[in-house]
């Protein structure tokens, strides 16, 4: 059989379909580069209003952003994931994992948690469960019974994400909190990975995890987002955790640690954070984040510490989970800006303050330009449809080449799908996230469906005791 570098078997339906990605791809530039219609671009953009303006500011920007991804480029190259810590090093550490309506799921990600290589009495597991309708609860007692150090807890009604990490907080003992995702399942060295950062360095208050998909199964979302996760984390995180020494600007919830003494002061604030007048629910992997950094703490990345975590499926799957980051990052954007702006001590860290600002822009103005070129491409399909194709095929080259140093799998072609995807149906999200930030909520789902076959981890309870996985900034 012909497997992938993952191990997934190479059907004849992805050859095909990695085969039509490519060939439309020629064809498309090539007739954007031959196709000469009665009116040539530059001609339409003299008669549009303001047209030699917007074109010269599109200009100033692209290049702009082609410096900026190229000083990141260099950062992420030289990048290094901490060594992993020395068993005799490792702090207490208390992994809490918030779940809701997640019994067909939950099983697999407290079997990954036990499984992990850390010192069992440096090590407690505790579940929360958000008031779940389904068989979860019976699932996490079941774990419980199996392994000691998985200590549940359950709130009686549903009161979100951030609420159920709280409670957690509240019931731990160790130095360092771990937060992992209840559909995700860590590597066995993922804990001592994402400690190790800050057993290093004092100064680092958070540390990412290396978030993969987990469901690359499913279908073609996930397939899409599998690509995106390495150049949002092997390239964006890591230049990120390369600037002053630490400045990654969202930890990501699926697997993330924080310093205690780091966080643990600051609690009220981020359980009560309120933004345009309502309570803040979503994105509190970003605010805890920002707590950090608005404390002078540095917040790494590290590569090595691999959780892979359930993708959406579906259209309506996908559009649910950006628009819930959008809404959040808008909200956070703001808030450390705030910040910055209050702590001249921030303006020491330039690196940082120089990805901030790229990144605020970032949440207007390159919609705005693409608002206009999807305008004129409507009334002049030829002329502009065309060559927006073209530069989505063309701006896939990058992800395309990264994906394929690091994982040297064809489905990096998938970065083709993923830029047309995302630009035709998913980029109306970025901008009503900006005008709909103040609704903010978890968007929990209903009870999961099982995991597919091919993953080799049907769902399961624990049965007996074993020593010790993006709008995008």
Avoid at 89 to 103: D, F, H, M, T
Avoid at 261 to 268: I, N, T, Y
Avoid at 374 to 400: Q, R, Y
Wanted: a positive charge; glycine letters at 6%; hydrophobic letters at 50%.
């Amino acid at each position: 059989m012909n497997l992938k570098a993952d191990g997934r078997p190479a059907n004849r339906r992805d050859i095909a379909f990695k085969a039509v990605l490519v060939a439309g791809s020629i064809l498309v530039i090539y007739l954007s580069a031959t196709r000469n219609p009665r009116a040539s671009a530059w001609e339409v953009i003299r008669t549009v209003p303001f047209g030699v303006a917007l074109l010269t500011a599109g200009s100033v920007y692209a290049g702009l952003c082609a410096a900026w991804s190229t000083w990141r480029l260099i950062l992420a190259i030289r990048y290094r994931a901490t060594p992993i810590a020395e068993w005799a090093a490792l702090p207490r550490i208390s992994v809490i994992v918030p779940v809701y309506n997640e019994a067909a799921l939950i099983s697999n990600t407290l079997r990954s948690l036990s499984r992990a290589k850390y010192p069992s009495e440096r090590l407690e597991i505790i579940v929360v469960d958000d008031g779940s309708t389904d068989g979860t609860w019976t699932q996490i007692q079941r774990a419980a019974e199996m392994d000691g150090r998985i200590r549940p807890l359950r709130l009686p009604v549903n009161q979100g994400k951030r609420h159920a990490l709280h409670e957690g907080f509240r019931h731990t003992s160790g130095d360092v909190w771990v937060t992992v995702d209840s559909d995700s399942l860590i590597e066995p060295d993922a804990l001592r990975a994402i400690v190790s950062p800050m057993i290093a360095d004092p100064s680092v208050g958070a540390v990412a995890g290396n978030v993969r998909v987990l469901n690359k199964a499913d279908g073609l979302i996930p397939l899409m987002l599998d690509v995106r996760y390495v150049t949002t984390f092997d390239y964006k995180r890591a230049a990120q955790s390369m600037m002053d020494g630490g400045s990654v600007l969202c930890v990501a919830g699926a697997l993330a640690a924080y310093r205690r003494a780091a966080v643990e002061p600051h609690l009220k604030e981020w359980l009560h954070q309120r933004w345009l007048g309502r309570p803040a629910r979503a994105g509190e992997d970003h605010a805890m984040t920002n707590l950090a950094l608005r404390n002078a703490f540095k917040v790494r990345y590290q590569r090595s510490a691999v959780v892979r975590t359930m993708s959406p499926t579906t259209y309506h799957g996908i559009a649910r989970m950006f628009l819930r980051w959008g809404r959040s990052n808008v909200r956070e954007t703001f808030e450390l800006g705030r910040h910055l702006v209050a702590a001249p001590r921030f303006f020491d860290r330039p690196a940082m303050t120089l990805n901030y600002i790229m990144g605020a822009v970032g949440l207007f103005l390159p919609y705005a330009f693409l608002a206009v070129t999807l305008a004129m491409a409507l009334v002049w399909p030829v002329t502009f449809g065309l060559k927006l194709l073209a530069a989505c095929v063309s701006s896939s080259l990058f992800p395309i080449l990264f994906y394929a140093a690091f994982r040297r799998s064809s489905d990096a072609l998938y970065a083709i799908a993923y830029s047309l995807y995302s630009t035709l149906l998913l980029s109306w999200i970025w901008p009503w996230a900006l005008v709909t930030s103040h609704k903010s909520v978890w968007m929990t789902r209903g009870s999961a469906p099982p995991l597919s076959s091919g993953h080799g981890m049907a769902p399961s309870p624990v049965h007996a005791p074993i020593a010790p996985a993006g709008l995008p900034v």
